[in-house]
């Protein structure tokens, strides 16, 4: 299978303190993969690295055979947090429209926001992108008044209307029920079907009913099947114990 992510050798530090060391990852088009590991392992950090929001001080890293800075466009992210204030005066579907900033990459950002210079395309790809993570209901919602699960399901509309080829989730679920958990990493898993999908989660128990490996991170990398993982991996992983739960595929 083609690889769509490669990862030699990689290192990274913020300053003195490294957070990354000897880092070698492949993915494969098509692969859905989980990250997991202890906090400040390296997680986030990994992902920024892949969407050339940072540069390793030793190895190299390509996307779809290409210098990351090249392969952005065809990235869709989906960080932990939002990266505006959630008071801002700014409704859903424009919250979605700014993910085909990067597709229309011959206009200028602000034209492209100004009112009533949205194109219609744009509108379409939105509303379609909302339509599929079932939130096309609250488009004309103000951002402030959703709820958590809401506003993942946005997050998530505004990385899928670029049209990406690989989609990057930072622990997606974290501040949502198990109930919207698992709504959230069903609609992952039909979207796999199109795409290569990254996942950071603090949960392996429950992303291993969905993902296809999962890699742990903390500072090094090792990749296992999910059939792999037991209690005692985790342990090592964690530095303490963790109760594994066992799930069928």
């Known amino acids: 299978m083609n690889t769509v ?11 003195d303190v490294a957070i990354l060391s000897g880092i070698n990852l492949q993915v494969a088009e098509g692969e859905f993969l989980g990250i997991v590991g202890p906090n400040a392992g390296g997680k986030s950090t ?25 392969a952005t466009r065809m990235l869709g992210y989906v960080p932990q947090h939002p990266s505006f204030p959630r008071d801002f005066p700014i409704t859903v579907e424009q919250v979605v429209q700014l993910g085909r900033l990067g597709v229309k990459k011959h206009e200028g950002w602000l ?24 939130a096309d209901d609250i488009a004309a919602r103000q951002i402030s008044s959703l709820s958590g699960g809401q506003l993942q399901r ?17 622990e997606p679920t ?14 992952l898993r039909t979207l796999n079907e199109r795409m290569t ?25 090792v990749c296992h099947h999910t059939d792999a993982i037991d209690g005692q ?10 109760r594994m739960i066992a799930h069928g595929h």
């Open 5 to 15: 992510i490669d990862i030699r050798n990689v290192d990274f530090a913020y300053g």
């Open 174 to 187: 974290a501040n949502i029920d198990q109930r919207l958990e698992s709504e959230i990493f069903d609609l």
């Open 46 to 70: 990994l992902l920024k690295l892949i969407l050339a929001l940072l540069q390793p001080q030793a190895g190299q890293i390509r996307v779809l055979d290409q210098p990351t800075r090249l």
């Open 197 to 221: 999908i990254l996942v950071v989660s603090h949960d392996v128990a429950f992303i291993s009913r969905y993902v296809n490996r999962v890699a742990c991170i903390n500072r090094t990398l």
């Open 233 to 242: 991996m985790i342990q090592e992983l964690y530095g303490e114990h963790v």
């Open 154 to 170: 946005v997050l998530l509309a505004r990385a899928l209307v670029g049209e990406p080829r690989i989609l990057l989730l930072d």
């Open 111 to 134: 034209s492209a926001l100004w009112p009533g210079r949205v194109a219609r395309a744009d509108r379409e790809s939105a509303r379609k992108a909302l339509a599929e993570v079932e």
